[in-house]
């Protein structure tokens, strides 16, 4: 699995909540490109971010979102108000239209619960909701699987194991990043039977060593945790004197950089693809 950990204080570089949201799209189609299942957004404690964030959390979850389910899902809420600038995100997991006899057994979408009269059903962007076998949280995001076909069309909530390939990130608001860093302390030295299937927790900083020193880890890692400083501060500045005691893993994926810093954006899209190429590789 892969993760990515960021601050609340992504945003603070943009002044306007248009800019903030177009940042934050970008973030995602980032996230998405490379695969990324997972996103901790950190609390940066050298200031007050908490809007910020929330609105990254937002964002991040809409463009998540199949197209189709938005309007139900986000009705017209403020905070995203230049929704219509978003570029799609096109992943798996936003399946088109199709016309329901043309669904089959064990295909798979993402839809929304919905009880009417005293059945459940799922909206999931077809011609009609479909009846669901069982029980279920009104409103809840789902992914389900149809077991019979149209027209006596029935579906059930999936299991994880049987979503192949990717299907979406999930988004958690977290504490400090000292917090975080000390909850993960000696969960990357875990490993499996012949040392193998190791969660590896990566923090980013050009004044960190090479990657290439942990190119093998990074090939054999089960899970990898990539954690990124703010626009203004890394993570050690960010973390400050909180980090006492901490065995903090810090890396630099930009060797010889010929700029003073590199922006969020640009950090997460040449950290994830090196990652990438890296385990693409072993």
């Known amino acids: 699995m892969l993760s990515v950990a960021i601050p609340d204080s992504s945003l603070a570089e943009e002044s306007t909540l248009r800019e903030k949201s177009i940042k934050a799209a970008r973030i995602a189609r980032i996230l998405a490109i490379f695969g990324v299942e997972s996103v901790l ?140 860093l000390r909850s993960l302390k000696g969960k990357e030295k875990g490993k499996g039977k012949g040392g193998e299937g190791k969660n590896l927790v990566i923090v980013t900083s050009k004044l960190g060593r090479p990657v290439r020193e942990i190119e093998h880890d990074i090939a054999s890692a089960d899970s990898i945790l990539l954690i990124f400083g703010s626009p203004y501060r890394d993570v050690q500045e960010i973390a400050g004197r909180g980090l006492a005691g901490v065995d903090m893993p810090v890396y630099n994926f930009f060797p010889e950089q010929r700029v003073e810093s590199i922006r969020l954006e640009e950090a997460m899209l040449g950290c994830l693809a090196v990652v990438n190429y890296i385990r693409d590789l072993s």
């Open 41 to 180: 957004i950190y609390r940066d404690a050298t200031g007050d971010h908490r809007r910020d964030g929330m609105l990254l959390k937002l964002v991040l979850e809409f463009m998540d979102t199949p197209q189709y389910l938005r309007k139900r899902l986000y009705g017209r809420m403020k905070d995203l108000r230049y929704a219509g600038l978003f570029p799609p995100l096109k992943a798996p997991h936003h399946r088109p239209y199709v016309r329901l006899e043309d669904v089959r057994v064990n295909d798979l979408r993402q839809g929304v619960v919905l009880k009417i009269g005293d059945r459940y059903y799922v909206d999931v962007g077809l011609d009609e909701p479909v009846p669901l076998e069982h029980d279920a949280r009104v409103g809840e995001r789902v992914s389900i699987v149809f077991t019979s076909p149209y027209p006596e069309m029935r579906c059930r909530i999936a299991r994880r194991d049987e979503i192949e390939g990717y299907w979406g990130y999930n988004v958690r608001y977290t504490g400090s990043v000292t917090d975080l």
